[in-house]
């Protein structure tokens, strides 16, 4: 067809005139011609993913990397079946029953709901007893001890303290220093006093900011910044062990980080250090280390970390989020421990959560990094914003001054002999669970405790049981335990609620385990036929996790937790 073909050629003779002019009048010598140029570019290209090719078998292997293509193809051949006609009005209508079942749950249908503002302000007597009803509303008891981790310390006399530093402060702002200076000098010397306990070197620096998460961001941007000023690094990648907290991956995702995972394999589950030395290449911006990490409670070997970043100079992030003020006294305490700290010189940046073990009220964490200058990475500064030159330390603009007074307020008034016996109390009551589980005649045969727990937390997994009818059977009994996946175990942190009532969390437990013994024996006699789990339903756990464990595409799963999101919201 003429009309087609006459295209083409037009613009052929265009770009040959092109070609031969740029010769003629910008390279006279012929040294650089349109051709030599695409072949660069088509040598870098390719130099480029010959690159990630070769970093992508030195790190994985050639079956790792053979596995990770086979799981991908699965996920995305999951991903079609499911969104075939027939199958996805089917899956969605599964997942809106189980979402409407949660929403009866979470958002009872019989309280009355205030949608629009009064339109007279209420009394202070109205809005006194309606918070008072609102605090009372049916939940999980955590003053009895029946939830793992969540409360921390809980005790009045220390609330009433906290409440008042708060009412003291309730307009404060550290972004005004100047109006505030009483604040500005209590959160500095918060951070002072984690990286004292964390034994900073001289020149240390830190910052508070609103949890775990958020000071676990900052150390991953200022990574990043670091990287890319001084490295040039734009395609920065971090090294995290599987069991790192997923605030990391949350980082990965805010900020462009590619996350490389690595398994924390038994019998000790902590992080393989070879593996984090394989994966290292030159868009290596970090490598992190937990001490302990939330599902095990297992601490990583930081000093083989430690070593390994100095050798390879990359900055060592050491999530103490969760170890915050336990870790530090474990020794003095007389517990068995690892170095984790500023002493190990690979150690560059640790978080540390005031708002967990330093008992201070929710929305208070630290990032601490080694210099300043790892500090100042994490800093905004806009000097030509037309609301004026513009500075903040972190994430947040403007910030509750309340709470750095009440978090102040908790660690001047539990100090040092405060929190070293809290330590002996929380950690020895982590020892007693342990001992508890491994040698009851109960427990010791069906339960194995995932490696070598030294702080607060302690994870099991079941031998033939399935842990999630555990977990299950724990929440009948009130209880407020956390499930896990990969492997399916249920942790436990100990807080000094729980402390009080570990040997009824140790009977409950030996009574459950009873409990699905004996169905698993009903099961079997009556044989094969009634399938496990067939006789009676699968409670929420092992709903939940008996599917999403065995998925190869989990687009059901978050499907589901996006509606579950939604009803936190729903009014
Ligand atoms: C709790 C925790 C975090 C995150 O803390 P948030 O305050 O919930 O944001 C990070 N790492 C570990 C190990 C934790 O246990």
């Not at 005139?17 to 030599?36: C, F, M, Q, W």
């Not at 790892?374 to 309340?402: E, M, N, T």
């Not at 070598?452 to 299950?472: E, G, W």
Request: glycine share 8%.
């Amino acid at each position: 067809m003429p009309g087609t073909s006459r295209m083409p050629i037009s613009l052929r003779g265009t770009l040959n005139n092109v070609r031969r002019r740029s010769r003629a009048i910008n390279n006279p010598l012929g040294l650089l011609d349109l051709d030599l140029i695409r072949n660069i570019i088509f040598f870098l290209f390719l130099l480029r993913w010959t690159r990630r090719a070769i970093w992508k078998l030195k790190g994985r292997g050639l079956l790792g990397t053979l596995a990770e293509v086979y799981a991908d193809v699965r996920r995305v051949l999951y991903g079609w079946f499911l969104r075939m006609p027939g199958v996805r009005a089917k899956v969605r209508r599964q997942i809106d029953e189980a979402l409407s079942k949660v929403q009866a749950k979470m958002v009872p249908s019989n309280a009355t709901r205030y949608l629009t503002l009064p339109k007279e302000g209420w009394t202070e007597e109205a809005v006194r007893k309606e918070l008072k009803d609102l605090a009372d509303m049916d939940h999980t008891r955590w003053e009895d001890g029946y939830v793992s981790g969540a409360v921390y310390h809980g005790e009045d006399d220390l609330l009433k303290l906290q409440t008042e530093a708060y009412g003291k402060f309730t307009v404060a702002n550290p972004i005004h220093p100047d109006v505030f200076p009483g604040v500005r000098k209590m959160e500095a010397e918060v951070v002072a006093m984690v990286l004292n306990l964390f034994n900073a070197p001289p020149g240390a620096a830190g910052v508070s900011t609103s949890g775990g998460t958020e000071s676990i961001l900052m150390a991953c941007l200022s990574a990043r910044q670091k990287a890319y000023v001084e490295r040039g690094v734009t395609e920065p990648e971090m090294i995290l062990p599987d069991t790192a907290h997923t605030a990391f991956r949350k980082a990965g995702e805010y900020f462009k980080i590619k996350v490389h995972l690595v398994a924390c394999p038994a019998p000790d589950y902590q992080v393989d250090i070879r593996r984090v030395a394989r994966l290292i290449n030159s868009n290596t911006i970090l490598l992190v280390g937990s001490a302990p990490n939330f599902p095990h409670g297992i601490m990583d070997d930081i000093s083989a970390l430690s070593k390994l970043a100095l050798k390879k100079r990359l900055p060592l992030h050491v999530d103490c989020c969760l170890g915050s003020f336990l870790v530090p006294f474990l020794e003095k305490a007389g517990f068995e421990t690892a170095p984790f700290d500023f002493r190990l010189k690979g150690v560059t940046s640790i978080s540390c959560d005031t708002h967990k073990y330093g008992f201070a009220p929710k929305g208070n964490s630290t990032v601490l990094y080694r210099t300043q200058a790892l500090r100042s990475y994490q800093y905004f500064i806009d000097p030509s914003w037309s609301g004026g030159v513009y500075a903040s330390p972190g994430l947040a603009g403007s910030r509750p001054g309340a709470l750095i007074a009440a978090c102040w307020a908790s660690l001047m008034s539990v100090g040092e002999v405060g929190y070293l016996s809290s330590c002996t109390q929380i950690v020895g009551t982590t020892k007693k669970l342990l001992a508890h589980i491994r040698t009851s005649p109960a427990l010791s045969p069906e339960l194995e405790i995932l490696g070598n727990p030294l702080v607060s937390v302690l994870a099991f997994r079941a031998k033939t049981l399935n842990i999630y009818d555990i977990a299950d059977g724990m929440s009948a009994k009130g209880w407020h335990l956390n499930a896990l996946q990969y492997p399916p175990a249920i942790h436990v942190a100990v807080t000094l609620p729980i402390a009080k009532v570990w040997e009824r969390l140790a009977a409950d437990l030996e009574a459950v385990v009873e409990e699905e013994k004996e169905k698993e024996r009903v099961r079997l006699v009556e044989g094969k036929g009634a399938a496990k789990g067939g006789a009676e339903a699968a409670g929420d756990t092992a709903a939940l996790y008996g599917v999403a464990g065995s998925l190869p595409n989990k687009s059901v799963v978050v499907d589901l937790a996006m509606g579950f999101l939604d009803l936190m919201y729903k009014a």
